[in-house]
T-cell receptor, first 117, second 110 residues
Framework: EAGVTQFPSHSVIEKGQTVTLRCDPISGHDNLYWYRRVMGKEIKFLLH????????ESGMPNNRFLAERTGGTYSTLKVQPAELEDSGVYFC???????????????FGPGTRLTVL | LAKTTQPISMDSYEGQEVNITCSHNNIATNDYITWYQQFPSQGPRFIIQGYKTKVTNEVASLFIPADRKSSTLSLPRVSLSDTAVYYC???????????FGKGTRLHILP
């Protein structure tokens, strides 16, 4: 079974540019999450999709970030315009049930390393 | 969510048993304890979860005392490939998000 995949693995852009990150969850997983780790900080939750609907977007830092999940399959996270402080690693995770108390827990992708110059 | 406290880093040698203890003094009745492992350049990976007493799987064991105010992740006979960051998480599942702390950076030496 394929795991969560993310594309690209690394992106280097200049301040003010736009970048779109993609996440393909495990097939059949209705729940999709975005997290990020900025330099020196802990991994922080960004948002949670249930199928194509945003269940919780309380972690989105500002309106420069736009997440979509059309059709309830893959998801994209667009940063426009990118700022220096957006640099970090963006992780995507998916699960069948939205709970850390289930053995069917969140499965993480390898992350996309974003560098904004 | 209950706050957790764990060592910032640990070093050990190949072949040894490594125990990482996590404190969670204000754990609630419905909370489970979950550990994630993160290798360099990878996303976190679930390794074990428990509620009380002892849980063992092919990767690790999790020891939880009766008062549940702490838990110990035990890795038997570690190898260099066990070098990773280990996160202790506590929650009842009502919150959809995982809240990661700083984790414990485990470095295995030859």
């Amino acid at each position: 079974e394929a795991g969560v995949t993310q594309f690209p693995s690394h992106s280097v852009i200049e301040k003010g540019q736009t970048v779109t990150l993609r996440c393909d969850p495990i097939s059949g997983h209705d729940n999709l999450y975005w997290y990020r780790r900025v330099m020196g900080k802990e991994i922080k939750f960004l948002l949670h999709f249930v199928k194509e609907s945003k269940q919780d977007e309380s972690g989105m830092p500002n309106n420069r970030f736009l997440a979509e999940r059309t059709g309830g399959t893959y998801s994209t996270l667009k940063v426009q315009p990118a700022e220096l402080e957006d640099s970090g690693v963006y992780f995507c995770a998916s699960s069948q049930v939205p709970s850390i108390t289930s053995t069917d827990t969140q499965y993480f992708g390898p992350g996309t390393r974003l560098t904004v110059l | 969510l209950a706050k957790t406290t764990q060592p910032i880093s640990m070093d050990s040698y190949e072949g040894q048993e490594v125990n990482i203890t996590c404190s969670h003094n204000n754990i609630a009745t419905n909370d489970y304890i979950t550990w994630y492992q993160q290798f360099p350049s990878q996303g976190p990976r679930f390794i074990i979860q428990g509620y009380k007493t002892k849980v063992t799987n092919e990767v690790a064991s999790l020891f939880i005392p009766a008062d549940r105010k702490s838990s110990t992740l035990s890795l038997p006979r570690v190898s260099l490939s066990d070098t990773a960051v280990y996160y202790c998480l506590v929650g009842d599942g009502r919150d959809d998000k995982i809240i990661f702390g700083k984790g414990t950076r485990l470095h295995i030496l030859p």
